[in-house]
């Protein structure tokens, strides 16, 4: 994978992003985005029919390599904070 200069840190993103945001993040190709938000285990919402779309928090933790379960956890746990 060719990488390109993100031009978005994580911070600047919205809390649902798409492949688009996620090239822009990631510095990588839109095509390649969208190859990874196609990839088994990806964590994309379900349910938004066509639109490929993602928290940016559980795409963090799946990129960190968290197990299932840990994404889980560190997810309640940010919940709980914001409550």
Not at 5 to 26: S, V
Not at 57 to 69: D, I, S, Y
Request: charged share 30%; with cysteine.
């Amino acid at each position: 994978m060719q990488l390109k200069t993100p031009t978005k840190t994580y911070q600047e993103l919205p809390d649902t992003i798409t492949p688009y945001d996620y090239a822009e993040w990631r510095g990588c190709g839109e095509n390649k985005a969208r190859e990874i938000f196609n990839s088994e285990g990806f964590p994309r919402i379900k349910g938004v029919g066509v639109k490929q779309l993602a928290d940016k928090r559980a795409v963090l933790l799946h990129e960190l390599g968290l197990t299932a379960e840990d994404r889980q956890e560190v997810l309640k746990e940010m919940a709980r904070a914001i409550i």
